[in-house]
């Protein structure tokens, strides 16, 4: 799900949210209006459901995004899902209470007021950061000035930590583009991923696939095989090891299947790393000079 449609579900569910808690309010503030009371309890019943539809949805959506996240989560994200795990107990209370406990009904006011507060906070963390940034996102290219500031390290490291939240490396580093191509496909990323690839990222990225895809046109392969590799060492085992316990360890191929075989094990995710991925981290470390 695109971040505009993220942004626009949240607000959506705070609008809801907060046409549930003026009905609550109004009922309670004003007790004897029974001649709209029955046609407001309904619609504040129907709102309910509905927010509790969104949450839902909205919820299962955020678990999925961060599934792919591989790094640790930003303050920001920890608090986002912080603030919309805790929604959840404080809805099941509510339900339970308004229809199994009829005797705690008048405290259900104060648990709608909490309900309401942590669901405005909580679109305020994300549409709102939304909103703030995306006037901020545009489609970026190098010029011939970017060329000559731009590092292919740098590029390679920004691959890593941004494109593989939502994508294996071994789907990035196989695609053949040329440098249209890779220029709209990052614009377009950056757009769903709005606001975390700035313009900065936006170039490097771009800069650096454009020279992966130049070796690959220059018959180059074992170039691109060897950034594929040594990528993937980067990112997966470095959640665990130093690259200076990694690089010291002299092993043939056999030896680091066998280790990289038993670091998954250990891992214990069967998804860690495919096999394609395994014999790219092998073919590294086994060509490394020295070894």
């Known amino acids: 799900m695109s971040p505009l449609i993220n942004a626009l579900l949240g607000v959506l569910f705070t609008l ?3 046409g549930a808690a003026f009905i609550m309010i109004h009922l309670k503030g004003r007790s004897k209006d029974r001649a709209h009371g029955k046609t407001l309890v309904q619609a504040h019943r129907v709102l309910g459901y509905l927010f509790i539809v969104l949450y839902v949805l909205m919820v299962v959506t955020m678990i999925i995004r961060i599934s792919y996240y591989q790094d640790e989560l930003s303050p920001r994200a ?12 404080l809805l099941t209370v509510k ?4 229809r199994k406990y009829k005797l705690l009904t008048p405290r259900l006011f104060f648990l709608g007021t909490t309900i309401f507060l942590f669901a405005f906070l909580l679109n305020a963390i994300s549409a709102g950061h939304y909103y703030l940034y995306k006037g901020e996102v545009r489609e970026v290219t190098i010029s011939s000035i ?3 500031t731009m590092n292919q390290d740098i590029g390679r490291q920004l691959i890593v930590k941004k494109c593989a939240k939502c994508h294996t490396l071994e789907r990035v580093f196989r695609s053949i583009k040329g440098e249209e191509g890779w220029t709209q496909t990052v614009n377009r990323m950056a757009l769903i991923d709005t606001p975390n690839i700035r313009d900065y990222d936006a170039k490097q990225i771009i800069f650096f696939l454009i020279k992966q895809q130049e070796n690959r046109i220059g018959a180059q392969k074992d170039v691109v095989e060897e950034e594929i590799g040594k990528t993937l060492l980067e990112k997966k085992c ?3 090891h ?5 690089y010291q360890a002299q092993k043939n191929d056999e030896e680091w299947y066998a280790t990289v075989e038993r670091m998954q094990q250990h891992v214990r995710d069967p998804d860690f790393l495919n096999e394609k991925e395994t014999k790219s981290i092998v073919d590294f470390l086994g060509k490394r000079p020295g070894n």
């Open 16 to 18: 809801i949210g907060a």
């Open 78 to 89: 920890i608090f986002h899902v912080v603030l919309a795990l805790s929604l959840l107990p």
């Open 95 to 98: 339900w339970i209470v308004a």
């Open 146 to 148: 970017d060329r000559e």
């Open 238 to 240: 470095t959640m665990c």
């Open 242 to 246: 130093d690259l200076d316990r990694i």
